[in-house]
């Protein structure tokens, strides 16, 4: 295997670490809300923003990720899904509600994540150097 297959290999077990990372999370946020009414408000908003925070964080890092594969030609990102990964990264405030919103110096932007871990799948569906 040669140096570039090499990092190929890495950065691929790396994406897919990261996307299962992201999915277990956002399960999480729906187990929470699936406990509504059952345990109390103030344990569950207290897991929710943790949670939350746990997924700006994971999200931020599946992001930088893709950008290093991109700057190694490894993958190609469109336009609009660059946009939202570098505001998921430069963002100063993430907001999840069923959908990803940050701010930034720019203000509200709306992040299409199921186009995010869609582009993800796609990358690890197909595999190939």
């Known amino acids: ?37 059952i345990i ?13 925070l746990d997924l700006e964080l994971s ?17 190609q990102i469109d336009k609009e899904l660059r946009r939202d990964m570098n505001s998921i990264i430069h963002s100063n405030r993430f907001e999840y509600y069923q959908e990803v919103i940050v701010y930034s110096q720019k203000g509200r932007e709306e992040v299409d994540l199921k186009a995010l871990l869609a582009f993800c799948h796609q990358i690890l569906s197909t595999d190939k150097v």
């Not at 990092?7 to 996307?19: F, G, H, N, P």
């Not at 109390?40 to 939350?52: A, G």
């Open 1 to 37: 295997m040669d140096k570039r297959e090499l990092k190929y290999r890495c950065y691929m077990e790396a994406l897919e670490k990261s996307v299962v990372s992201v999915e277990i999370i956002l399960n999480r946020l729906v187990q929470i809300d699936d406990k509504k009414g």
């Open 40 to 52: 109390d408000d103030v344990v569950l908003m207290k897991d929710k923003r943790k949670t939350i």
């Open 59 to 75: 999200l931020a890092d599946l992001c930088i990720l893709l950008r290093k594969m991109s700057e190694n030609l490894f993958i």
